[in-house]
Antibody, heavy 122, light 113 residues
């Protein structure tokens, strides 16, 4: 079954760190994204990584604080979050970027996880 | 960044009615190299993973009911639910991924009257 399972969320104090994990099953080496949703708010893209981990991108709001990485042997993507702030409080989703063919991306997120909740509070 | 603006913010319709959600981008989402509009629509229901409905502005994702359709080009796009069903109660988001940084609309909540 094709699925994504996030873990690693929790309560952390401002300035602290957390590492989120996203375990994939049923597929390998896809471009992967993290998207977050603050309580009662909409979806905000956070970061993405390509299939072999050689290329990454970040939203301005997290650049320099968050790092995305992957371990293809474990079929897992990570989001290392440092210097956390109250406005990082959100449910964090990982998502797969879909492909129409081997070489053509749909530029849409076709598989999503259930999310992991991060609360930054003292 | 490309700003995505949806309208309306919420929609209350009767079962069987046609529901229309609009999405406008601050600049074109046409990727000229591939001649594709990089505009997608998602459905979010409580307790369920987000679901991709439409990509490339009008291509329905596999398994999505035919009552969902997408249209539009350039900067103006529409998601239409041709005959609203009870299970369509959800929040719907548009998203562009033409630039290197994807952005979402603010969401449209669809409810049944």
């Amino acid at each position: 079954e094709v699925q994504l399972v996030e873990s690693g969320g929790g309560l952390v104090q401002p300035g602290g760190s957390l590492r989120l994990s996203c375990a994939a099953s049923g597929f390998t080496n896809s471009w992967m994204h993290w998207v977050r949703q603050a309580p009662g708010k909409g979806l905000v893209w956070v970061s993405r990584i390509n299939g072999d981990g050689s290329s990454t991108a970040y939203a301005d709001s997290v650049k320099g604080r968050f790092t995305i990485s992957r371990d293809n042997a474990k079929n897992t993507v990570y989001l290392q979050m440092n210097s956390l702030r109250a406005d990082d409080t959100a449910v964090y989703y990982c998502a797969r970027e879909g492909r129409a063919t081997v070489t053509l991306t749909t530029r849409a997120f076709d598989i999503w996880g259930q999310g992991t909740k991060v609360t930054v509070s003292s | 960044d490309i700003v995505m603006t949806q309208s309306p913010d919420s929609l209350t319709m009767s079962l069987g009615e046609r529901a229309t959600i609009n999405c406008r981008s601050s600049q074109s989402v046409l990727h000229s190299s591939y001649n594709k509009e990089y505009l997608a629509w998602y459905q979010q229901k409580p307790g369920q993973p987000l679901k991709l409905l439409i990509y490339w502005a009008s291509t329905r994702e596999s398994g999505v009911p035919e009552r969902f359709s997408g249209s539009g080009s350039g900067t103006d796009f529409t998601l239409t639910i041709s005959s609203l069903q009870a299970e369509d109660v959800a929040v719907y988001y548009c998203q562009q991924y033409c630039s290197d940084l994807p952005t979402f609309g603010q969401g449209t909540k669809v409810q049944i009257k």
